[in-house]
């Protein structure tokens, strides 16, 4: 028997709201806009509209995994960030609203940092990459190095950078924060550095909703108690970045502070709040 887009709407927002999905009717509406590649707010307006049974059997197997609490992302295998649409799976954390300030931050003061031809900007712990695909993005001619210690992720990072049409501006390597840049020789001509380590303190992981725990734990949570392993090992081995002018981190909550402590001495340092006022961005004037 065939359903309306309409009665598969209210029987999808229905499902994901007995499942404690938060903002359950908009997730249900975003999942039949992906199957009917719509946007959203034509399955409203199409709401009296047919929908074939096999559309609506694909439909029912996707709400069906967003109501078993896989994060919306994963669900769809996109993700939007900085105007960009990108491919995303449980290879690599999922993009926050968070890190667009990151990438905000870092574009406002890339004409200072006054990038070479010769030299590059670096994305550490790139994820899906996410920043250093945004900024290349909207900087012609900016070179992007992108690295993860985790293959699966450099792996979904080439996809994006590919689909994108950006592969011929991105190198990717794949280890743990600058150890790959060292090891292939091309430390010394890095002149931004941007770096969303994972900085989820372990005791905090409880608290997080289980769409989080979907996501892969080396990139949400430090295995320092006070989360803040990923910058102390970035202390030790940013000295090899000898043409370093800015640097740029996101950092969790109450932890500014002592990510700006740490990074002091290599030149001023801005502190940014995010849209909830939250303190969420280091910058470093090096120099």
């Known amino acids: 028997m065939n359903v309306t887009i309409g009665a598969l709407y209210k029987e999808g927002a229905a499902l994901l709201t007995a499942a404690g999905v938060p903002a ?30 096999p559309q609506a059997r694909v439909a029912r197997e996707l709400l069906d995994l967003r109501a078993g609490r896989m994060p919306l992302q994963y669900v769809t295998r996109t993700a939007y960030f900085g105007g960009l649409r990108l491919r995303s799976d449980d290879r690599a954390l999922i993009p926050r609203q968070d890190t667009e300030l990151v990438v905000e931050a870092v574009l406002a003061r890339l004409p200072e940092a006054a990038v070479q031809p010769d030299e590059f900007l670096a994305d550490i ?20 190095i992108m690295s993860d210690i985790a293959p699966g992720a450099v792996e979904l990072a080439r996809e994006n950078a590919m689909h994108l049409g950006l592969a011929d501006r991105v190198t990717l390597l794949q280890g ?65 970045l000898t043409r370093l002018r800015l640097l740029a981190f996101e950092v969790g909550f109450a932890q500014e502070d002592d990510v700006a402590d740490m990074f002091k001495p290599l030149g001023r340092v801005e502190i940014l709040r995010d849209l909830s006022g939250i303190e969420r961005v280091v910058i470093v004037h090096v120099g």
């Open 24 to 53: 359950a009717e908009h997730d249900a509406r975003a999942l039949l806009a992906h199957v009917l590649d719509v946007g959203p707010n034509d399955i409203l307006l199409k709401a009296p509209d047919p929908m074939g049974a």
């Open 176 to 240: 743990s924060y600058l150890e790959p840049l060292i090891e292939a020789g091309l430390s010394d001509r890095v002149s931004v550095m941007v770096c969303n380590p994972p900085y989820v303190r372990p005791n905090e992981m409880i608290m997080l909703d289980p769409e989080v725990h979907a996501e892969p734990l080396v990139a949400i949570a430090s295995p320092a108690a006070d989360g803040l392993e990923g910058y102390r090992v970035l202390t030790t081995q940013i000295p090899a």
């Open 125 to 144: 712990g790139c994820g899906s990459g996410v920043i250093g695909l945004t900024l290349a993005s909207r900087t012609p001619g900016l070179h992007v």
